[in-house]
């Protein structure tokens, strides 16, 4: 695929990381068709259970969208304002074709958007049925350090500095890891106008 670069990934405690992968031009084609996205279903602040804001800012495309507030995480079939999630744009779903090795396709693709405060702390992804399915990141804009830890919580952790067009695929043992980002180099990349960071994950919700 036109400006997907399928190299030799490196491997952090089982998950692969293709540094890289998606070219300058396909990254600034994918912002555009995040704007349409944003327009359909807007950013939204989440709030965790018990009421703390989070940081990150976050809207969905695909079947289901991730959602939290007062009555708890969950999958969802609209976003906030009730209206469907969009359609996840064709050359992001490229992306998971091209590293997933999945026989299924995403059913949500959930956009974080970092400024240069946000940060998100370390956990683990649980919501989704399937945990035989992979998760696929791709980083759009500012450097982000991102740390790994176990799929226990606590115990030793690595960091690694995720940057734009870097996309890594966490299948297998690493599905249930538990990471986090830690802080976003306000800046470091011109992709955005206005700085800061997208971070898209493709998921299997079903
Ligand atoms: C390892 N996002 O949305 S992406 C998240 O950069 C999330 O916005 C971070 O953690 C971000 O849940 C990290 C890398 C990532 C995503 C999902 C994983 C690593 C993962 C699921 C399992 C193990
Ligand atoms: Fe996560």
Redesign the pocket.
Known sequence: MDGIQVNTPLDLRG?RVFKGLVAPTLQSEIVEDLRDVIRAAPLFSPVTPSGKPMSVRMTSAGRFGWVSDRGGYRYGAVHPSGTPWPLIPPRILAIWDAVSQAARQPECC?I?FYDEHAR?GIHQ?RDERDFSQP?V?VSLGDD?L?RVGNTVRGGKTESLWLQSGDV?V?GGD??L?Y?G?DRVKHGSSRLLANAGRI?L?MRVVT
Request: proline fraction near 0%.
């Open positions: 998950m959930l974080n998100m992804d998760v990141s982000a991102f890594v966490m690493a599905r890891l990471h980002i971070n994950t």
